[in-house]
């Protein structure tokens, strides 16, 4: 009796685990080919054999830094199931993709479906940052006089 098992049957007996990934791409190419950057980062996702459970855009941001030339990058979030062997090798195609800057995937075992399904920033038309932090000196004008002479 063989008690062997085939590389195939343990490669399909391999846990999957719940993923959640921050692709980022430029935001021009976003705004003029949004149904072709999708369809970049779903074939990322079928290569690695994911189910995916939740794929949106996160937000639209500037940049801390250029990447590949480009100052405001769009952010794209996806929630998928994967065997842990098949993020390197989703990792290593969005460094060989043209339209995908970066990509953060991160094991998020713990969320739950109504925490993914939460709405983004985009969906909930965030302010600028930038424009609603005031300088410290128009606070501190604003700032009331207190009586010291009590």
């Known amino acids: 009796m063989d008690h062997s098992v085939s590389l195939l049957e343990v490669s399909s007996l391999e846990t999957k685990r719940i993923y959640e990934a921050l692709f980022l791409v430029d935001s021009a190419l976003a705004a003029s080919q949004w149904d072709h950057v999708m369809e970049v980062i779903q074939k990322i996702l079928d290569r690695a054999e994911a189910r995916v ?60 479906q109504e925490d993914m399904e939460k709405p983004t920033p985009a969906m909930l038309g965030h302010v600028d940052r930038e424009a609603s932090v005031q300088p410290a000196e128009d606070v501190m004008e604003e700032a009331p006089a207190q009586d010291i002479a009590e």
């Open 53 to 112: 459970i939740s794929i949106r855009k996160w937000d639209e941001r500037k940049l801390a830094y250029e990447i590949a030339g480009k100052s405001r990058g769009t952010y794209i979030l996806a929630y998928f199931e994967c065997s842990s062997s098949k993020i390197r090798p989703l990792e290593r195609d969005v460094q060989l993709s043209e339209e995908i800057l970066r990509v953060l995937v991160v094991r998020t075992d713990r969320m739950t």
